[in-house]
């Protein structure tokens, strides 16, 4: 397809940037991924992303991405490829360069819809919950074990609400926004499969019937398998 | 415009809400906004918002945004228009109403940008950064001063290093995305305002001329100077 970009994702196996790795398989456009994982020195608080093959070092990567995070799509060839963060952002930028699929919704209210899920998934349940439950050292001093158990704790509450939430706003819904697929779906997948691994098993399904239903039906996407087999994901 | 849906936004005085205000004055675009205070009860970590003239409960308001957050955008007539949530889709769903302002980018790319400026502002900036620092119970127990300071601490840290990175993206920049005015920039004089608030006269100015020069000419935009008219704002 000479009329896309060479595209590049950095991918973390399990992490968030599953969404973007999942909607780029499920496009069929041509693309690249680079496994980073954390390299010595990370801790609870922050990674320190590196490539997994040692084809990057962290501080190789900070100067692709001086956040730090991933997931971070390179678009172009060449040395100084346009680099691109934020889940929302890359979520839309690549269903962007397969219209046909109609991702982002039929019309402006849908495309606003879709990017109310995005931004509320990143903000609330992904920032606010999970980030604060495993890592709340993000959030205050991570010498003082009492400041991270009560950030832990608004951590866990926050994911509960939020799910109780998604699981009101899936009821009698095929998809997650109108009536079809779009990238919404796929960052769903994310936080299905971070709460299942820390519920025993079969609970986060019993809890939250809609929502299970939602993330067996992207799962079966040829695209996401293939993205399953090569992150070697089970759950 | 018979083209275009009948708008409402709900407005708190000086917040956040003040980009999609300040965007849908810019576009010309008919539309109604109802001012919020905080009601009885409210508190540092969560705000009872009810409308500032009496004509809309706490719990009322709870049944148009069960998140008790602004912004919020009601769009259509009727007791059941459609309800958006999240500043990212307003801002978003307000620009493409208004397609001859090109609010929203010149191609996907730009429009990308667009969507990563305003996802790293809200989770970033507005959540883990100010929401953190006025808000820390939102993040912990608040009956814990201990958490409290620590949370603050880390969320002044995290507007500190957000100033130095938007002063380093506004580099030689006349807008902070592409050649052109976006719904991006609207929402950087926000932050500015808040911060600026923060700290002795002149000092935000002076440590970051770039974001100040930006602040500077959204702040004299037809549409945002008559919405500083409207919600009493001086800074």
Redesign the interface.
């Known amino acids: 397809m000479p009329d896309h970009p060479a595209l590049t994702l950095y991918v973390y196996r399990g992490s968030c940037t599953l969404a973007a790795h999942a909607v780029l398989a499920h496009t069929g456009l041509p693309y690249k991924y680079i496994i980073l994982d954390n390299g010595p020195g990370g801790n609870s608080t922050n990674s320190r992303l590196q490539a997994a093959d040692g084809s990057l070092s962290h501080e190789e990567f900070l100067k692709i991405n ?1 956040k730090g995070f991933v997931p971070v799509l390179a ?1 172009g060839e060449g040395p100084n490829p ?1 680099i ?7 979520l ?2 690549i269903a ?2 397969a219209q046909d699929l109609n991702l982002l919704g039929a019309n ?2 849908e ?3 879709i ?2 899920w ?3 998934a ?2 609330t349940i ?3 919950g999970f980030a ?1 439950f495993w890592r709340p050292g ?4 991570d010498s ?1 074990p ?2 991270m158990k ?2 832990r ?2 951590g866990e509450e926050t994911i509960i609400k939020a799910f109780a ?1 998604i699981e009101e706003k899936l009821e009698g819904k095929e998809w997650a926004v109108g009536d079809a697929l779009s990238v919404v779906d796929f960052n769903l997948l994310v936080y299905w499969r971070w709460w299942s691994s820390e519920r025993p098993d079969g609970e986060t399904e019993a809890q939250y019937p809609n929502y299970a239903r939602l993330a067996k039906k992207v799962k079966a996407l040829d695209g996401v398998k293939k993205v399953y087999e090569l992150e070697k994901l089970k759950r």
């Not at 691109?84 to 890359?90: G, S």
């Not at 993000?138 to 001093?141: A, E, S, T």
């Open positions: 001086p678009i346009e691109l963060t934020e889940l929302p952002a890359i839309i930028y962007s360069l402006h209210l495309h606003a819809r990017v109310e995005l931004s509320w990143s903000c992904h920032t606010n604060a993000r959030y205050g001093d003082h009492a400041t009560d950030i704790n608004r939430a």
